[in-house]
């Protein structure tokens, strides 16, 4: 989840905004926003928030147009994501010893390297080039503290490139290891397989693109997307298998059999997904990793060494 990408172009090194940022933002855009705003209709609708209004008509047109809206700029930013990404970036030429940052070329000798917090609530870090007082140029403007690490390295990096030039980082900013995660591995992974109001697949997309450094959570991220995936197929499959001659047969005991077939295999299918993730959760808060079962050919090869 890192936003920042370094490229090496033949001599020269070219920092830009990463591209698979704004991919993972169009997807949760996508996949994630949409319940969510059904949820919060939801509430609405039933009367959890103090409000005199009860039109259901209307507050599913209000979910229509902001689940278009999100899925509309899902689309915009992984469609757009490549343009986006190259937005603001610095080209380092290290052949003619320049900086090339909105079209304008800048010396390289002298340089420093700093990394700063931004003013206001935000947090945010940047990490900038300057000479003597006056700042050349912005490699990235919005790095949160959680990457703490990830920006020590590059701007260290940056430093070599730049001939071993000064690294300056402010006393507030986010510089040097990684600060203390608010969430535990054993946590993150339980909350990849909590089956309660989709939390599950909010945590494990957030975690299968953002524990890169984390295997037991990304491996939990990616059993539970895959699990998903089965439970669906399997749905789709069973519906297909025995909703359909339902539909197309007339009353009498086919009927009645297909519908006991149609039950039962919904059942199965609900009640053993909800307790393999129930097991899954109190496996993962304890720390061990558990394959289910019916997933070893596929997830196996995941599994934290």
Do not use: M, Q
């Given at each position: 989840m890192f936003p920042l990408a370094l490229a090496v172009d033949g001599v020269n090194v070219i920092a830009t905004?990463?591209?698979r940022v704004y991919t993972i933002r169009g997807l949760l855009g996508i996949v994630a926003l949409p319940p969510l705003f059904a949820l919060l209709v939801a509430l609405v609708s039933?009367?959890?928030?103090?409000?005199?209004?009860?039109d259901d008509e209307v507050l599913i047109t209000v979910w229509a147009v902001l689940a278009g809206a999100s899925v509309l700029w899902g689309l915009a930013l992984i469609v757009f994501g490549g343009p986006?990404?190259?937005r603001g970036a610095v080209t380092f030429d290290r052949a003619r010893g320049v900086a090339i940052a909105s079209g304008v070329e800048h010396s390289l000798a002298g340089v420093t390297v700093r990394v700063r917090k931004l003013e206001?609530?935000?947090?945010?870090?940047?990490?900038?080039?300057w000479r003597g007082e006056a700042?050349?140029?912005?490699?990235h403007d919005r790095l949160q503290p959680m990457h703490a690490s990830d920006v020590t390295a590059h701007a260290e990096y940056l430093s070599q490139l730049l001939g071993d030039a000064p690294v300056v980082a402010a006393p507030d900013a986010a510089f040097g290891p990684t600060p203390h995660r608010l969430i535990n591995d054993n946590t993150a992974a339980m909350l990849?397989?909590?089956?309660v109001q989709g939390v599950h697949l909010?945590?494990?997309?957030?975690?299968?693109?953002?524990?890169?450094?984390?295997?037991f959570v990304r491996f939990a991220a990616k059993q539970s997307l895959v699990q998903l995936g089965v439970t669906f197929a399997a749905l789709i499959v069973f519906g297909c298998a025995f909703g359909i001659p339902l539909a197309l047969v007339g009353e009498g005991s086919l009927q009645v059999v297909l519908i006991v077939l149609l039950a039962t295999s919904l059942g199965v299918i609900g009640i053993g997904n909800l307790v393999a993730h129930v097991v899954a959760c109190v496996r993962a808060q304890s720390g061990r990793a558990w394959v289910m079962p019916w997933l070893r050919p596929l997830v196996t090869k995941w599994l934290p060494r």
């Open positions: 905004k990463s591209r039933l009367g959890i928030f103090e409000h005199d209004f009860r986006l990404s190259r206001g609530l935000s947090g945010w870090n940047t990490i900038e080039l700042r050349i140029a912005t490699v990849c397989y909590l089956p909010i945590a494990s997309l957030y975690y299968v693109f953002a524990a890169h450094d984390r295997p």
